[in-house]
């Protein structure tokens, strides 16, 4: 539908809507003709994660060879081994299952939200309720979440780069109807799904959704894109197919040795061989680790930290910058104005947040009228200029505002002025006719109001010491004066005075003008201000981030205070919360900085002040050109390529705009600092729980290979049978390596510093030692394995010994992997970790105690004696972990 082509009324008539858009009930009538609106790929479902399970090439080999053996006649064994691979089909898909449950869920989280005008009444859906019809408003930072035909705009900008390509924003025009065969990037009255608002705001009707709109045509010609593999996942893959490479050559000597040179049987020679690749090749590692930070994903999540990619857990873990907003993310950004310099006296204000209750204390009796004169202007001036962005409303019990906090707690000040029917009064009259929006180069905005046919006020608010410099005028005691270099000097040190106390500053400068200011410049009405009020507003740093900046200094991670705030009131702030220690920059100091002196200073540095989003991109080039990996935090617009070149961009959950969300690696719920500092703690458990699973396995994996291939080297007949193989790999691999993720923190968890940035997870060193783990297991058993066929002249026996002693030796690991630094039993109760070796246990000992199964396993019952006997076999590679960790040897 060329929807581009048709007029507003047209677009309304045909899509069956209003202005005042849909009712409830058609809005579900509509959901169930064009479904959720949405572009994701189908799910698997579980038939196909179960069936992949059985895909891999060695599994393939073996079920061949099973089938072989079972048409020669060896029918125990073939059911043995097939019900054992069923097993392991089994564990694998619900282990992944359950991670891709907590995937799913993690995305449900991340479904942004849009404002909507149904049944005349604008609400807040998520965007996937959206259907044609809907009519939509959409502000600065949002994502278009459907395609739309614009109906009214306000300067609006919108980046279709994610769409089209096109590096610059596009001016959008909502008034023109184009020919029918524009082409997509010309479509200047419409919006496209997946782009953004970059600057402006607008209203407008969704006439497609999902597939059908531009962005989802292009998705499904495309298919489902693969998930990302974290950088873990690729390390894992690579050690996986290295070893699986070393143990597919070693499996084909052991076959070679015990056929050639053994005389075992051909098909069981192949059963051993291939059974040995599939029990030792670490095939699940890379699964186990998608499962253990979905998992622990979902976690956070429960801890106000949504993950949006997985990988941004390894980076936490490396992380040594965290570089932080200071307004509502390490103050509570409920702003209440407390200090007003009008008419050369300061004022006390009463009242706490955002309630509109408070007392505005005059302490000059003689020019009480005068003042309070100057004081009703300024709150009308005020509510005039900011009623179209901000209001104050009532939520469950609490006071809240909907805009921007600073102009919030302005607007608390002017209710508490003129009360609730003067400004409510003041807000429906007032004729605004230009907005010229809040800029972080020119840190001030601009309104004009119609107060006469001939007569219009231009309100300015904003950083004070900027609006005094635009000023020419100031009133004193009722009177208006020139302002001269005194009296400039008097504002700018008072303003440096509440500024150094800890107070954000706020300043409103005014002018009375003729029609024609709607005709000039920008840099024409800014200028020749007569300057009114300074306000100095209180915004106290949240509960708890002093002892989180304390505690991520102890983890060997700096904290920056960003904000665009006077200097003065960032280093009080910073002072209340242990940032008083080091290099303070603003803005204008980067701005006279080339690149390499900012590298010089850059570690020096803990508050930057009167900062834009150009500068925090700067900051993290060069905190990385030193080395650092940096988490940054943001909210805006122009916080997303900061946030993008940051190694782990975090976005605020309550400000943050879509576009920042969209771009961050974490997103905080509460945009509280704490948080950020629970989010570093969180991911460094999940991190350091991921090893211990695959510090387990790889050691138990070798220690298999060293068993079958130390036996075959010395010409003995193999110590287990490919089904006695197997069931090692399922009873010792998976319950007790899924157990050892979930264990507790260790207490010096964060007094570590960070990993390096390119710290191998699997060192050369690791891998080496746990190569001489396996060899140590490998050994132990083949030692007990000649002692039982030169005593008891029993190779069933025999195998039945090694069978059980390396299940054990595996135990064994499974209690020395709960920590590389401590030793198992100082640290604290694991849950799940005694259960699960309870269990493997049980499912162990069931094959040589439970007559249905010794058949199929080929067991027999062990004499006490060889039982303590394949107990022990665990005490050596025990010795050895655990005097590694009391010498204090890393690995």
């Not at 390096?756 to 030692?769: D, E, G, M, P, V």
Request: aromatic letters at 6%; proline letters at 4%; charged letters at 25%.
């Amino acid at each position: 539908m060329s929807w581009h082509s048709k007029d507003v009324e047209e677009v309304f008539r045909e899509l069956g809507t209003s202005p005042e858009g849909l009712s409830a009930s058609e809005v579900k009538k509509r959901l169930s003709v064009y479904g959720l609106n949405e572009l994701r790929g189908k799910p698997k479902s579980p038939v196909e994660l179960f069936l992949k399970q059985f895909t891999n090439f060695l599994i393939l080999i073996l079920l061949v060879a099973t089938l072989i053996s079972g048409f020669l006649g060896e029918f125990v064994d073939a059911l043995a081994i097939l019900l054992i691979v069923l097993i392991m089909g089994v564990s694998g898909f619900l282990q992944e299952f359950r991670a891709e449950k907590a995937i799913e869920a993690l995305k449900k989280l991340v479904v942004s939200e849009v404002k909507v005008i149904r049944d005349g009444d604008v609400v807040i859906v998520p965007s996937t309720e959206l259907v044609p019809g809907d009519v939509v408003l959409l502000n600065e930072g949002d994502k278009v979440p459907a395609d739309i035909r614009l109906v009214d705009s306000v300067n609006l900008r919108v980046d279709e780069s994610p769409l089209t390509g096109e590096s610059e924003p596009v001016l959008k025009d909502h008034s023109v109807v184009l020919p029918e065969e524009t082409s997509v990037n010309s479509r200047t009255n419409m919006l496209f799904m997946g782009t953004y608002i970059y600057s402006g705001k607008c209203r407008g009707v969704v006439v497609a959704t999902g597939s059908r709109t531009e962005l989802g045509k292009i998705a499904v010609k495309l298919g489902e894109i693969k998930e990302k593999k974290t950088l873990l996942e690729e390390e894992l893959d690579r050690l996986g197919k290295k070893l699986g490479t070393v143990i597919l050559g070693i499996s084909a000597l052991v076959f070679s040795i015990s056929y050639l040179v053994v005389g075992e049987p051909l098909i069981e020679s192949l059963l051993i061989a291939v059974a040995l690749a599939v029990a030792a090749i670490p095939e699940g590692l890379p699964a186990i680790a998608t499962s253990v930070l979905a998992l622990g994903a979902y976690r956070m999540s429960k801890r106000n930290v949504i993950v949006r990619e997985l990988g941004a857990i390894e980076t936490l873990g490396a992380c040594d910058i965290v570089a932080s907003d200071k307004t509502g993310t390490i103050t509570k950004g409920e702003m209440t104005v407390k200090k007003v310099w009008i008419s050369g006296v300061e004022l006390g204000v009463g009242g706490e947040g955002f309630e509109p209750v408070g007392e505005v204390i005059v302490n000059d009796p003689e020019n009480n009228a005068v003042v309070g004169k100057e004081l009703e202007k300024l709150a009308e001036y005020l509510v005039a200029h900011i009623a179209e962005d901000a209001s104050l409303f009532y939520d469950n019990g609490v006071w809240r505002i909907k805009g921007s906090p600073t102009e919030g707690a302005a607007l608390v000040l002017a209710y508490k002025i003129l009360g609730k029917e003067r400004v409510e009064d003041l807000r429906r009259n007032t004729k605004l006719v230009k907005v010229i929006p809040f800029d972080r180069f020119r840190k001030r905005k601009t309104t004009i109001h119609e107060l006469s046919d001939d007569e219009y006020l231009v309100v300015s608010s904003g950083a004070p010491e900027t609006l005094l410099n635009l000023s020419s005028h100031v009133v004193i005691d009722g009177d208006l004066k020139p302002l001269n270099d005194d009296l400039r000097k008097e504002i700018n040190d008072y303003i440096e005075s509440i500024a150094s106390q800890g107070f954000r500053t706020y300043g409103v400068a005014y002018k009375l003008v003729k029609s024609d200011i709607l005709e000039q410049g920008v840099e024409e009405i800014e200028k020749e201000y007569t300057f009114l009020s300074v306000m100095g507003i209180i915004d106290p740093p949240r509960e708890g981030v002093k002892e989180a900046v304390e505690e991520l200094r102890r983890a060997g991670i700096k904290t920056i205070m960003i904000t665009g705030d006077h200097r003065l009131t960032a280093e009080a702030v910073g002072r209340l919360i242990g940032l008083d220690n080091g290099l303070v920059l603003e803005g204008k100091d980067l701005d006279s900085m080339s690149d390499a002196e900012l590298e010089r200073v850059i570690d020096e540095v803990v508050i930057l002040a009167r900062v834009t989003p150009e500068h925090k991109r700067r900051v993290v080039r060069a905190l990385q050109a030193r080395g650092h990996v940096v988490a940054m935090t943001g909210d805006g617009v122009n916080d997303a390529l900061a946030l993008k070149e940051a190694d782990l961009g975090i976005a605020m959950g309550i400000k943050g705009t879509d576009v920042a969300k969209e771009v961050s690696k974490l997103v905080i719920k509460d945009d509280n600092f704490v948080t950020i500092a629970t989010a570093v703690k969180e991911g460094r458990i999940i991190f350091e729980n991921l090893k211990k699973p695959i510090n387990y396995l790889l050691p138990a994996n070798l220690g298999e290979i060293a068993t079958i291939l130390s036996a075959e080297l010395v010409a003995l007949p193999s110590p287990l049978t490919p089904a006695q193989l197997l069931w090692i790999n399922v009873t010792t691999d998976a319950l007790p390596a899924l157990a050892l993720s979930t264990e507790p923190p260790e207490p010096d968890l964060m007094r570590r510093p960070p990993r390096k940035k390119q710290a191998s997870f699997l060192t050369n060193r690791k891998i080496a030692y746990f190569a001489l783990l396996g060899s140590l297991i490998g050994l132990v058993n083949l030692g007990i394995y000649r002692f039982a066929l030169s005593t008891y002249v029993d190779i069933g026996l025999a195998r039945t010994l090694v069978f059980i002693a390396l299940g054990m030796s595996e135990f064994g690991r499974a209690l020395a992997s709960r920590s590389e630094t401590l030793h198992f039993w100082f640290r604290p109760f694991n849950k799940w970790l005694t259960p699960s070796l309870i269990a493997s246990l049980a499912l162990l000992m069931s094959t040589v105690h439970v007559p249905q199964l010794t058949s199929v396993f080929k067991t027999s019952g062990l004499p006490p004696e060889l039982l303590l006997l394949a107990l022990l076999t665990s005490v050596p590679v025990m010795i050895v972990d655990e005097l590694r960790k009391s010498l204090k040897v890393r690995i």
